[in-house]
């Protein structure tokens, strides 16, 4: 409960206030523990942005993973979709808290975007292999990373910079009209 006081203080801070503001006596303060308290589980500033940061991403990562294992034997058409509607899920989880992150807090949590990056590769390499003989690209590895690269790098951007662009619901279709393009041998 104090960890999660602690963690839900620096989001609050971070969110209202952005990095700068951010410090261990005043996340003690909003937590309502003392900084000997706050000392314990977490030794400085940067300590307490990536705890967040690690938390907001296994959200993130959470949903994706649940998609991976009710996707896997989709047709293309409706996992590609489904795909794309669960990254801009996840880049909503907490727009405010991932706005404040990427902009104030990146440096800091580089190889936790790393991670989270891989590990969507990994995902949606797993799912071309499994559709390799109906889709276009022959290079699996290549194909994954361009598009996981693409839907993630639109849907941060939009989040971050477009925020009510989200909002339409035909930001997920017009993504995946590109997605299948690439994938398929016949034009949508």
Avoid at 36 to 52: C, D, H, I, M, R
Avoid at 103 to 126: D, F, P, T
Avoid at 165 to 181: P, S, T
């Amino acid at each position: 409960m104090t960890v999660d006081a602690i963690l839900t203080a620096t989001t609050r801070i971070l969110i209202e206030g952005g990095y700068d503001k951010l410090n261990t006596n005043y996340v003690a303060q909003v937590a309502g523990v003392s900084v000997g308290t706050l000392y314990q589980y977490f030794p400085n500033k940067e300590s307490l942005v990536l705890a967040v940061f690690e938390e907001h991403a296994e959200e993130m990562l959470g949903l994706l993973r649940r998609a991976s294992s009710d996707l896997r034997d989709v047709p293309l058409e409706t996992a590609v979709r489904a795909y794309i509607q669960t990254m801009i899920e996840a880049h909503c989880v907490d727009p405010e808290l991932h706005r404040t992150l990427i902009r104030q807090a990146l440096h800091l949590g580089v190889h936790i975007h790393q991670h989270i990056q891989s590990e969507a590769i990994a995902i949606v390499r797993s799912y071309l292999e499994l559709h390799k003989d109906t889709i276009l690209p022959n290079n699996l590895d290549i194909a994954a990373f361009l598009l996981v690269t693409m839907v993630e790098s639109a849907t941060h951007n939009m989040v971050v910079e477009y925020p009510d662009m989200l909002k339409h619901g035909d930001v997920a279709e017009e993504l995946a009209c590109v997605v299948l393009r690439y994938l398929l041998p016949h034009s949508f």
